[in-house]
């Protein structure tokens, strides 16, 4: 038996793969398949042969998913960098109707009822913890309704894990609401929604806000009625 061969037996009677023998010796895996194509391995070379495989599919298959999530990732980004495009540019018509369908989502519709009896007064508040979704619906306010700057309030909801001077910091940038119209109310946790919710859930807590106008709420209240007529 050639030299070589002999070696290549060796190394494969020891459960060395086609490829590792060939990176070896030099011996292309077409030879080495014709030269022991029909060879019966011990157990313990099979058992390695499998483990190399399994490695090997195992290797392949994070790969792929590695290649997937970032093609999905990449996809992902492209897909909203277009739609953003596509949102730019909004007329007064547009934030008007976006205004009106966050209260219509958002915003505090019952009617006040005192001691049986449903109140006069009636103020337009919304309640949220995305700071984005309260941005829109402040340019609504301050542009569309033109309400007044000082008649703009926020009653922010603290919780056990906040800290309150980080939380009045936070929504004054989000908000440009001066402190002076910015309070705090503390909130404690129910204990269903610790049975739920991470503690963790509202990490910039929650702001309400609040124009007292009557006439604003009725207003908000009949363009809302148009939509459902649409």
């Known amino acids: 038996m050639r030299s070589d061969k002999s070696q290549a037996l060796k190394l494969r009677l020891a459960g060395k793969s086609y490829n590792e023998i060939s990176v070896f010796l030099g011996i292309p895996k077409a030879t080495l398949s014709d030269w022991f194509s029909k060879l019966e391995l011990p157990q313990k070379a099979k058992e390695r042969l499998n483990k190399r495989l399994y490695q090997k599919a195992v290797s392949a298959l994070i790969k792929r998913n590695r ?3 970032h093609f999905a990732q990449q996809n992902a980004r492209n897909i909203r960098n277009t739609a953003k495009k596509e949102i730019s540019g909004l007329n007064r018509r547009d934030i ?6 966050l209260y219509w989502a958002e915003g505090y519709k019952r009617p006040i009822v005192a001691k049986g009896k449903i109140k006069t ?3 337009v508040s919304l309640t949220n913890s995305d700071y984005e ?3 829109v619906f402040l340019k609504f306010l301050r542009e569309t309704c033109q309400v007044p700057e000082e008649k703009i309030t926020g009653e922010i909801r603290v919780y056990e894990h906040h800290s309150e001077a980080y939380l009045l910091n ?3 940038k989000a908000t440009n609401i001066p402190f002076s119209r ?3 109310i503390k909130n404690g946790v129910s204990i269903s929604s610790q049975r739920v919710r991470p503690y963790n859930i509202l990490p910039n807590g929650t702001i309400q806000i609040r124009v007292n106008s009557t006439n604003l709420y009725h207003r908000i209240m009949g363009w809302i009625e148009g939509l459902t007529e649409i």
């Open 67 to 69: 290649a997937q999530t």
């Open 96 to 101: 008007f109707m976006l205004g009106v369908s």
């Open 121 to 123: 007064h009636h103020p």
């Open 133 to 135: 979704l309260v941005k």
């Open 170 to 172: 936070f929504w004054n």
């Open 182 to 184: 910015l309070k705090t």
